[in-house]
């Protein structure tokens, strides 16, 4: 078990040690569908045992069950694990279909409380503002963050979705250790803004869905494949004609895993991995899973090689996606910048 644990890497100037790959929480509660809780408790374990110490949740997940769902494995292994949760996307529970953005100071102060309570740990090590409400200064949001570091609720602060200009006025208040956003073969708009203000300031990088959203494992090919209650149902690129031709981009990603004796997501993972040497910046994935063995597939990425005439392959399939990552961009940075 040692020789299969992965690399470990600085999460940002300053930010804790983590291993190279994390591990989002979500699909365990919510958003993918039905999940088996016994076998998802397994995958955590797993994933530690592996190497994997950054483990990513949000208080909007499952409204607020991820966060009490993977309480009990965090306290478990508390000197182990870096913690991330967020606040900033509010969905009402008497009608959960209806979300809007709160980065206010007092909306922020509630919400760590309700993370710690339903964590049940005294403090976060990565506290994200998941989502950016634009009427508010991204300046006031991240002094009520640090008000919390110095409160000792906080360890680390992260963004999530901002533009590389946010980022810079949110760094200039006090220091961010990570900034998540979408980022894979299928999804490279941060690639203009973001990764030059991460790179400039020693932030690290934590891109979320490096998989697709499952789309890039060929796990699915449409919408229609999905259950009912699977939210990728409402995304632009798995819907029509748009899933028809993205499914047809696949081809050079199997081509590649072909090679490698590796599987197509194997290799997603592996390109996204690689950024950080081409790139130099650290970059920490959080494929999510809710399963041991694609946590074992998705840790053995992390020692594939991908080579220069491999990456010219697979360089040109972002271009070709045809679709935007959601119906509304304007929840995303690409939408503001």
Same mark, same amino acid.
């Given at each position: 078990?040692?020789?299969?644990?992965?690399?470990?890497?600085?999460?940002?100037?300053?930010?804790?040690? !983590?291993?190279?790959?994390?591990?989002?929480?979500?699909?365990?509660?919510?958003?993918?569908?039905?999940?088996?809780?016994?076998?998802?408790?397994?995958?955590?374990?797993?994933?530690?045992?592996?190497?994997?110490?950054?483990?990513?949740?949000?208080?909007?997940?499952?409204?607020?069950?991820?966060?009490?769902?993977?309480?009990?494995?965090?306290?478990?292994?508390?000197?182990?694990?870096?913690?991330?949760?967020?606040?900033?996307?509010?969905?009402?529970?008497?009608?959960?279909?209806?979300?809007?953005?709160?980065?206010?100071?007092?909306?922020?102060?509630?919400?760590?409380?309700?993370?710690?309570?339903?964590?049940?740990?005294?403090?976060?090590?990565?506290?994200?503002?998941?989502?950016?409400?634009?009427?508010?200064?991204?300046?006031?949001?991240?002094?009520?963050?640090?008000?919390?570091?110095?409160?000792?609720?906080?360890?680390?602060?992260?963004?999530?979705?901002?533009?590389?200009?946010?980022?810079?006025?949110?760094?200039?208040?006090?220091?961010?250790?990570?900034?998540?956003?979408?980022?894979?073969?299928?999804?490279?708009?941060?690639?203009?803004?973001?990764?030059?203000?991460?790179?400039?300031?020693? !932030?690290?990088?934590?891109?979320?869905?490096?998989?697709?959203?499952?789309?890039?494992?060929?796990?699915?090919?449409?919408?229609?494949?999905?259950?009912?209650?699977?939210?990728?149902?409402?995304?632009?690129?798995?819907?029509?004609?748009?899933?028809?031709?993205?499914?047809?981009?696949?081809?050079?990603?199997?081509? !590649?895993?072909?090679?490698?004796?590796?599987?197509?997501?194997?290799?997603?993972?592996?390109?996204?991995?690689?950024?950080?040497?081409?790139?130099?910046?650290?970059?920490?994935?959080?494929?999510?899973?809710?399963?041991?063995?694609?946590?074992?597939?998705?840790?053995?990425?992390?020692?594939?090689?991908?080579?220069?005439?491999?990456?010219? !392959?697979?360089?040109?399939?972002?271009?070709?996606?045809?679709?935007?990552?959601?119906?509304?961009?304007?929840?995303?940075?690409?939408?503001?910048?």
């Amino acid at each position: 078990m040692t020789d299969s644990r992965i690399a470990n890497v600085e999460l940002g100037t300053g930010g804790p040690e !983590v291993g190279v790959q994390g591990l989002g929480c979500m699909g365990m509660s919510a958003a993918y569908g039905p999940t088996d809780a016994d076998e998802a408790r397994a995958t955590l374990e797993r994933a530690l045992e592996l190497g994997v110490t950054l483990f990513d949740t949000a208080d909007v997940y499952g409204l607020g069950e991820n966060e009490k769902f993977i309480s009990p494995f965090v306290r478990a292994h508390r000197d182990e694990v870096v913690l991330a949760t967020k606040f900033g996307i509010f969905r009402d529970p008497a009608d959960p279909t209806k979300r809007t953005i709160r980065n206010d100071t007092p909306y922020i102060r509630r919400a760590v409380e309700g993370s710690l309570r339903r964590l049940d740990v005294e403090v976060i090590d990565l506290y994200y503002m998941h989502r950016r409400d634009v009427n508010i200064p991204i300046e006031e949001t991240v002094a009520a963050m640090a008000e919390l570091v110095r409160e000792g609720k906080v360890k680390h602060l992260g963004l999530s979705e901002v533009t590389g200009g946010e980022l810079r006025a949110a760094h200039a208040v006090h220091p961010i250790a990570a900034v998540q956003s979408e980022w894979s073969l299928f999804s490279r708009d941060i690639e203009a803004g973001v990764v030059p203000a991460v790179r400039e300031l020693g !932030v690290a990088l934590v891109p979320y869905s490096p998989l697709g959203r499952g789309f890039l494992t060929g796990s699915f090919v449409q919408a229609e494949d999905l259950t009912s209650d699977d939210f990728r149902r409402t995304m632009p690129r798995f819907t029509g004609d748009n899933a028809a031709a993205n499914a047809a981009l696949l081809e050079p990603v199997r081509a !590649v895993a072909e090679a490698h004796g590796a599987s197509p997501g194997q290799i997603a993972l592996a390109w996204v991995q690689q950024q950080a040497s081409s790139l130099g910046l650290p970059v920490v994935p959080i494929p999510g899973t809710t399963r041991r063995s694609r946590v074992e597939e998705n840790t053995a990425a992390t020692r594939i090689v991908l080579t220069e005439d491999e990456l010219a !392959v697979l360089e040109p399939i972002a271009s070709k996606v045809a679709g935007e990552r959601y119906a509304d961009m304007s929840f995303a940075s690409a939408g503001r910048e």
